[in-house]
């Protein structure tokens, strides 16, 4: 059942005592805490009339419990960040409010609505981790802290507990390696750009995008102590970067003693050397890792470590031996720490899950709704703790949906079997701040006695969504439930296809970004059917930004899924040389990139504009402006050089239907593609080839200016693209 009551800690717990409220009783709330705080943020208006109660744990489980009466609302929590996970349950259940990354519906009345029954949950597992390791490249390299004040604060309300933080460990590993053997600016050429630093973390890459500033690594270290702090103010575990190997060029010869083995090449980048981790040399700069990085934020309870990840090598360096001197190092800095370990592709390898301590181990499943082979994890992983994970976006796509029905089908029975090793929930797409409705059915999965009913759940979304029950949001959303969020992990896929527009043109295109499905894995016909429903909503739901921000997104998805339909048709008149059709084809074609460029505009998340003036808000001088600027902007098209762009096949990686991408560099590629194919009709000839790389790279040279705020109205807009299904 969707969001439902759930018993707190079993049916005995009827008042505050069973609980263990902590301190005097009532007389405990605490007005002027962590919570508090935030909902003041939050809610302005309506946050004095809400107190906050710090529980105890009741058999190692987190707790709330939320009771009162109108305009007099008591939250009991175990943490800071529970009480508002328990909060947020009352708004979605009660007061058919809620927050998320990407709008929010929250016209409340004066004086908040009482819960005339208790809104209760309890945790079913301990570890409830947020956020991939590419989050900072592909949600915002750039963003500041009122930015990430309000992101801790919706994870806090969808009850995370633990939260990947990479911002600040370039500044780390500048300290770290200054103290072996380099100098200051050795180090700023070898940290790569903000965009591209989670990739240089996991060991992939390196320098590209640099040298980072002095400056740069300042700013970016006092941010990450914000960060760091908020998280722990909340009660929530800072994830942070561990040290498995990692070193800059020449390190051997530098370090007498030293042993590195080279990783070759990821995506056509040289990959740092790894340092054989058996060796005293490895553990000198571990414990220099360390104790730099408890210097500048501080020790926590979980280091996320990936060994020999995508492809790395280990040469004759024994996999077991090595991942037990990681640990050991690990270990002589924070005894009791959690090593948390991605689950992707090989990884991790079953001869460092063999060879750790399964008591202070983590495996982040990212594959458990895409591979239908996937069915026993404690089988794969020895019986290692891992915690069911989804990966439903790649690259920061816009593309709308997820396997919602492996994640209802799949949790509830992998965590109670006989034996199971599940112990937490791992949210980690690869972007965050889209799909709310995903990010709120996966969170709930942690909060919910039993199987979750997908009917119920969209049903009871569609109110919690817009405030109220209206007939055409629930067919909307049922629409949504049965298409986008309908698909499943049966065609080894856990993300949806992306649209066509934002490929390198070719008349047999089926996929922007080359790891992405060839095909749209529902049907374009009855998704098409959400868009009207939800332009029928009762105008006095439309003033949110969730039905806004809904109604881009679905008449955005309505639009991309034409590229799909349209493209064949216009291969087809090409190979029929047939001018005519192939010339008003194409104009439909160039007419939905505009359309689509002017539906996004009128969304500040869609602007690319905001994304590149995030970058040059971080440089200090016009020529690190420029600099930084590049570095976002190249993520997003190119990703890097050629060899990588063209032989690894990462350009587009992380193509997405924004307003300035739309308009801007994939219309030019388009337009200038359909030209020379006429003139290849006209003059009887093959098409010239076309670099497309020289292309991307001159207009990543010379960007247009592009908006910084939205522009436009989406209802007209979104009738009008309603009207051309």
Same mark, same amino acid.
């Given at each position: 059942?969707?969001?439902?009551?759930?018993?707190?800690?079993?049916?005995?717990l009827a008042g505050s005592a069973a609980l263990g409220t902590t301190g005097a009783g009532a007389a405990?709330?605490?007005?002027?805490?962590?919570?508090?705080?935030?909902?003041?943020?939050?809610?302005?208006?309506?946050?004095?009339?809400?107190?906050?109660?710090?529980?105890?744990?009741?058999?190692?489980?987190?707790?709330?419990?939320?009771?009162?009466?109108?305009?007099?609302?008591?939250?009991?929590?175990?943490?800071?960040?529970?009480?508002?996970?328990?909060?947020?349950?009352?708004?979605?259940?009660?007061?058919?409010?809620?927050?998320?990354?990407?709008?929010?519906?929250?016209?409340?009345?004066?004086?908040?609505?009482?819960?005339?029954?208790?809104?209760?949950?309890?945790?079913?597992?301990?570890?409830?981790?947020?956020?991939n390791d590419t989050n900072d490249g592909y949600t915002g390299p750039y963003h500041d802290w009122d930015?990430?004040?309000?992101?801790?604060?919706?994870?806090?309300?969808?009850?995370?507990?633990?939260?990947?933080?990479?911002?600040?460990?370039?500044?780390?590993?500048?300290?770290?390696?200054?103290?072996?053997?380099?100098?200051?600016?050795?180090?700023?050429?070898?940290?790569?750009?903000?965009?591209?630093?989670?990739?240089?973390?996991?060991?992939?890459?390196?320098?590209?995008?640099?040298?980072?500033?002095?400056?740069?690594?300042?700013?970016?270290?006092?941010?990450?102590?914000?960060?760091?702090?908020?998280?722990?103010?909340?009660?929530?575990?800072?994830?942070?970067?561990?040290?498995?190997?990692?070193?800059?060029?020449?390190?051997?010869?530098?370090?007498?003693?030293?042993?590195?083995?080279?990783?070759?090449?990821?995506?056509?980048?040289?990959?740092?050397?790894?340092?054989?981790?058996?060796?005293?040399?490895?553990?000198?700069?571990?414990?220099?890792?360390?104790?730099?990085?408890?210097?500048?934020?501080?020790?926590?309870?979980?280091?996320?470590?990936?060994?020999?990840?995508?492809?790395?090598?280990?040469?004759?360096?024994?996999?077991?031996?090595?991942?037990?001197?990681?640990?050991?190092?690990?270990?002589?800095?924070?005894?009791?720490?959690?090593?948390?370990?991605?689950?992707?592709?090989?990884?991790?390898?079953?001869?460092?899950?063999?060879?750790?301590?399964?008591?202070?181990?983590?495996?982040?499943?990212?594959?458990?709704?895409?591979?239908?082979?996937?069915?026993?994890?404690?089988?794969?992983?020895?019986?290692?703790?891992?915690?069911?994970?989804?990966?439903?976006?790649?690259?920061?796509?816009?593309?709308?949906?997820?396997?919602?029905?492996?994640?209802?089908?799949?949790?509830?029975?992998?965590?109670?079997?006989?034996?199971?090793?599940?112990?937490?929930?791992?949210?980690?797409?690869?972007?965050?701040?889209?799909?709310?409705?995903?990010?709120?059915?996966?969170?709930?999965?942690?909060?919910?006695?039993?199987?979750?009913?997908?009917?119920?759940?969209?049903?009871?979304?569609?109110?919690?969504?817009?405030?109220?029950?209206?007939?055409?949001?629930?067919?909307?959303?049922?629409?949504?439930?049965?298409? &986008?969020? %309908? /698909?499943?992990? *049966?065609?080894?896929?856990?993300? @949806? $296809? =992306?649209? +066509?527009?934002?490929?390198?043109?070719?008349?047999?295109?089926?996929?922007?970004?080359?790891?992405?499905?060839?095909?749209?894995?529902?049907?374009?016909?009855?998704?098409?059917?959400?868009?009207?429903?939800?332009?029928?909503?009762?105008?006095?739901?439309?003033?949110?930004?969730?039905?806004?921000?809904?109604?881009?997104?679905?008449?955005?998805?309505?639009?991309?899924?034409?590229?799909?339909?349209?493209?064949?048709?216009?291969?087809?008149?090409?190979?029929?040389?047939?001018?005519?059709?192939?010339?008003?084809?194409?104009?439909?074609?160039?007419?939905?990139?505009?359309?689509?460029?002017?539906?996004?505009?009128?969304?500040?998340?869609?602007?690319?504009?905001?994304?590149?003036?995030?970058?040059? &808000?971080? %440089? /200090?001088?016009? *020529?690190?402006?420029?600099?930084? @600027? $590049? =570095?976002? +902007?190249?993520?997003?098209?190119?990703?890097?050089?050629?060899?990588?762009?063209?032989?690894?096949?990462?350009?587009?990686?992380?193509?997405?239907?924004?307003?300035?991408?739309?308009?801007?560099?994939?219309?030019?590629?388009?337009?200038?593609?359909?030209?020379?194919?006429?003139?290849?009709?006209?003059?009887?000839?093959?098409?010239?080839?076309?670099?497309?790389?020289?292309?991307?790279?001159?207009?990543?040279?010379?960007?247009?200016?592009?908006?910084?705020?939205?522009?436009?109205?989406?209802?007209?807009?979104?009738?009008?693209?309603?009207?051309?299904?």
């Open positions: 059942m969707p969001i439902a009551r759930r018993t707190l800690l079993g049916a005995a405990g709330a605490a007005q002027a805490g962590p919570a508090a705080a935030a909902l003041a943020r939050l809610l302005p208006r309506h946050h004095h009339q809400v107190s906050f109660r710090t529980v105890a744990r009741r058999g190692g489980h987190d707790a709330f419990r939320v009771t009162g009466d109108a305009g007099r609302i008591v939250v009991e929590g175990t943490t800071p960040a529970v009480q508002l996970t328990g909060f947020h349950h009352y708004l979605r259940q009660v007061a058919h409010a809620h927050l998320s990354w990407r709008g929010e519906q929250t016209a409340l009345p004066a004086r908040l609505p009482a819960a005339r029954t208790p809104v209760t949950g309890t945790a079913n597992v301990a570890h409830r981790f947020v956020l930015y990430w004040e309000r992101e801790i604060d919706v994870l806090a309300l969808h009850g995370f507990n633990e939260v990947l933080v990479y911002a600040g460990a370039d500044a780390v590993y500048h300290r770290t390696f200054i103290e072996h053997g380099y100098s200051d600016a050795e180090i700023r050429r070898w940290v790569p750009g903000p965009a591209h630093q989670p990739w240089w973390l996991m060991q992939n890459m390196s320098a590209f995008g640099g040298p980072v500033s002095t400056r740069l690594l300042e700013r970016r270290t006092a941010l990450a102590r914000r960060i760091v702090r908020r998280l722990r103010e909340l009660g929530m575990s800072p994830v942070l970067p561990g040290y498995f190997g990692t070193v800059p060029p020449d390190f051997a010869r530098r370090n007498p003693g030293a042993r590195t083995v080279p990783q070759g090449d990821w995506g056509g980048f040289d990959r740092p050397d790894w340092l054989d981790p058996r060796t005293p040399r490895f553990a000198a700069v571990a414990r220099t890792f360390y104790r730099v990085q408890q210097e500048l934020y501080g020790a926590t309870s979980m280091y996320k470590m990936d060994l020999l990840h995508e492809g790395g090598t280990p040469g004759d360096v024994p996999v077991g031996d090595a991942a037990r001197a990681v640990e050991k190092a690990l270990r002589t800095a924070h005894p009791d720490a959690v090593w948390a370990i991605l689950g992707w592709q090989r990884n991790p390898r079953r001869e460092i899950v063999d060879a750790v301590d399964h008591t202070r181990i983590l495996v982040l499943d990212g594959i458990s709704d895409r591979f239908p082979h996937v069915t026993d994890r404690e089988a794969d992983w020895g019986g290692a703790p891992y915690a069911f994970g989804t990966i439903w976006n790649f690259g920061g796509h816009t593309a709308l949906g997820a396997n919602a029905p492996d994640w209802a089908a799949l949790y509830h029975r992998w965590r109670t079997k006989p034996g199971s090793a599940l112990r937490g929930i791992a949210v980690m797409p690869e972007a965050a701040d889209n799909d709310p409705a995903a990010l709120a059915l996966f969170s709930d999965l942690a909060w919910t006695d039993g199987p979750v009913r997908l009917d119920a759940w969209f049903g009871q979304w569609a109110v919690t969504r817009y405030g109220a029950h209206d007939a055409g949001a629930a067919r909307a959303w049922d629409v949504l439930r049965r298409t &986008a969020y %309908g /698909t499943s992990r *049966a065609d080894s896929w856990s993300e @949806q $296809a =992306d649209g +066509l527009f934002g490929a390198r043109p070719d008349l047999a295109a089926d996929r922007g970004a080359a790891w992405s499905p060839r095909a749209l894995r529902y049907d374009a016909a009855e998704f098409d059917k959400a868009l009207p429903a939800l332009l029928s909503v009762s105008p006095a739901l439309r003033r949110s930004t969730a039905y806004r921000t809904d109604l881009v997104d679905i008449t955005r998805q309505c639009i991309a899924n034409r590229s799909r339909l349209l493209l064949p048709r216009i291969k087809a008149a090409y190979e029929d040389r047939d001018h005519e059709r192939f010339t008003a084809l194409t104009r439909q074609w160039i007419d939905w990139m505009d359309l689509l460029d002017s539906v996004v505009a009128t969304d500040e998340r869609h602007l690319l504009g905001r994304w590149t003036a995030a970058a040059r &808000a971080w %440089g /200090t001088t016009d *020529a690190e402006r420029d600099q930084l @600027q $590049a =570095d976002a +902007l190249t993520l997003l098209t190119v990703w890097g050089p050629r060899p990588a762009a063209d032989g690894g096949k990462l350009h587009d990686y992380a193509n997405r239907e924004w307003s300035g991408l739309v308009g801007g560099l994939y219309r030019l590629r388009w337009k200038t593609y359909f030209d020379e194919l006429t003139a290849s009709l006209t003059h009887d000839r093959d098409p010239n080839p076309i670099d497309w790389y020289t292309l991307e790279s001159r207009w990543l040279q010379n960007p247009p200016t592009t908006r910084t705020r939205p522009t436009g109205d989406i209802v007209p807009l979104a009738r009008t693209v309603a009207s051309r299904l």
